[in-house]
């Protein structure tokens, strides 16, 4: 082996990104904005109870990046699979932070609103979600959060 020499280093390093250090898991959301009743709401799911992560849970739609995918499309496939809607009802407004989790992996969500038409006569894939919640923004705006503290023990 060869003596490195700090210029080694230097052309190695020049135009390397920094990323996260480990294994992650991806998985992307839709953060659902919603017209219902004249008023804009956030449209949640509570997972179905048969699910072996997480069941009962609330949550947003989405899921795990499949290989060749985009985060965007994981993002808009999910919702659609979940709520049993078409791509073309769904407009993305923006990509949102991202966040790891404590769980190995990053969950990369995005703001979008879902045409209401299209929630009509809602029919949602059982398998994944047992019902769909609607909570106005008002509501949201105006009530002082819970906030519950928990240790996590690994």
Do not use: W
């Not at 060749?68 to 078409?86: P, V």
């Amino acid at each position: 082996m060869k003596n490195l020499r700090v210029e080694d280093f230097e052309r190695v390093f020049k135009n390397r990104v920094p990323g996260p250090q480990g294994i992650y898991e991806c998985y992307s959301l839709l953060v659902p904005l919603v017209y219902k009743d004249g008023e804009l709401h956030l449209l949640y799911e509570v997972r179905a109870d048969s699910l072996k992560n997480q069941p009962g849970e609330i949550c947003f739609p989405g899921g795990r990046l499949e290989k060749g995918e985009s985060l965007l499309e994981c993002a808009l496939r999910e919702t659609c699979e979940e709520l049993n809607i078409n791509k073309e009802d769904i407009s993305v407004i923006a990509q949102l932070d991202y966040l790891y989790t404590y769980r190995n992996f990053i969950m990369y969500p995005f703001l979008g609103e879902i045409d209401s038409k299209a929630l009509d006569n809602l029919n949602v894939n059982h398998k994944e979600v047992k019902e769909v919640i609607f909570v106005p923004l008002s509501f949201l705006t105006e009530t002082e959060p819970l906030v519950y503290n928990f240790d996590i023990i690994l």
